[in-house]
């Protein structure tokens, strides 16, 4: 059983700059890539960024690249997504997720490629 524990969300202006953490427990963490997804009020859950379980390879939605940043740390069990210049529609509740590969290229971006979620944290970017 894999468990995570995402934090970081809050309340940001538009502008501003949140971190979030993603604590995984329960599988080889450094043997699987991990992702960050996003879900708005009505809308399908989709892709934010990927990081390859070497941690040599990313990969981001158009919506968000070059603004926000993954990276982790396999020692502490730690993904992170550093966001930066929000915008209110980057307004959603965050969750991380492993896939169901192990040792995969880093470059999933459906939903159904993960079997492991998060419970999310919210994010409200404000104008």
């Known amino acids: 059983q894999v468990h995570l524990v995402e934090s970081g969300g809050g309340l940001v202006q538009a502008g501003g700059s949140l971190r979030l953490s993603c604590t995984a427990s329960?599988?080889?963490?450094?043997?699987?890539?991990m992702g960050w997804f996003r879900q708005a009020p009505g809308k399908e859950r989709e892709f934010v960024a990927t990081?390859?379980?070497?941690?040599?390879?990313?990969d981001y939605a158009d919506s968000v690249k070059g603004r926000f940043t993954i990276s982790r740390n396999n020692a502490g069990n730690t993904v992170y997504l550093q966001m930066n210049n929000l915008k209110p529609e980057d307004t959603a509740v965050y969750y991380c997720?492993?896939?169901?590969?192990?040792?995969?290229?880093?470059?999933?971006?459906?939903?159904?490629?993960?079997?492991?979620w998060g419970q999310g944290t919210q994010v409200t970017v404000s104008s």
């Open positions: 990081i390859k379980w070497t941690g040599g390879s990313t």
């Open positions: 329960g599988r080889t963490f450094e043997r699987y890539s």
């Open positions: 997720a492993v896939p169901k590969v192990m040792y995969g290229s880093g470059s999933q971006r459906e939903t159904y490629e993960f079997d492991y």
